[in-house]
């Protein structure tokens, strides 16, 4: 969003942590991409089971992203605040590594990072997921783009919704080929890969 502002990208894609941005004006949206159910809360193998085992302990995420709403979510249903926990800032790129090597009790992220701490981590426990909330709420992902592009590149802009459009219709006809091929493109197996695919709508 902020190089959008500055004039260096005409769109981009947000999850539902930051659609507080267009929200606020700084972009417009373009399309919704999908119902995005794959934040989640993960917890030490070695720790509880329930948020409440988290208090005082040291909770990894990244601050105005979707990792921190599933956290305050998941917080608020155990009765809890930010205040409960060691809350430490953290770029995803930080994060997985630092829940890999036991530096942190928990990790507040999403998939496909979240897919990755899975593998490395395979007895990491599932302490909250948006399941949980939905479909009281419903976290969103959209395209979005620059104010000023949406007026002075519309053509464009709508050529590239229509390429989406035809990608997102594929990945719902063919789920089990998308899932094939974004394991094929990434590092992460087939069955972590269809377990991010099949977290989101």
Known sequence: VVAMEAGSLDAGFLGP????????GRVKVLGVNLLDLGNVVLGQPDGGTTMASLKGKTVGVSEGTSGEMILRQALGKAGMTLNDIQKVN?????????FIAGRVAAAAIWYPPAGT?????PGAKLLSSDREFYPELAPL????ARKESVVEN?????RLMAVLQDA??????NLDDAIRLTAGLTTLSEEITGSIFRSKT
């Open 90 to 98: 953290l770029d995803p790129a930080t994060l997985v590594p630092a």
């Open 141 to 144: 992902s959209a395209f979005v």
């Open 168 to 173: 997102m219709d594929y990945r719902m006809d």
């Open 154 to 158: 519309r053509e464009g802009l709508v």
């Open 117 to 121: 701490i899975l593998e490395k981590v």
């Open 17 to 24: 942590g930051a659609m507080w941005l267009p929200a606020a």
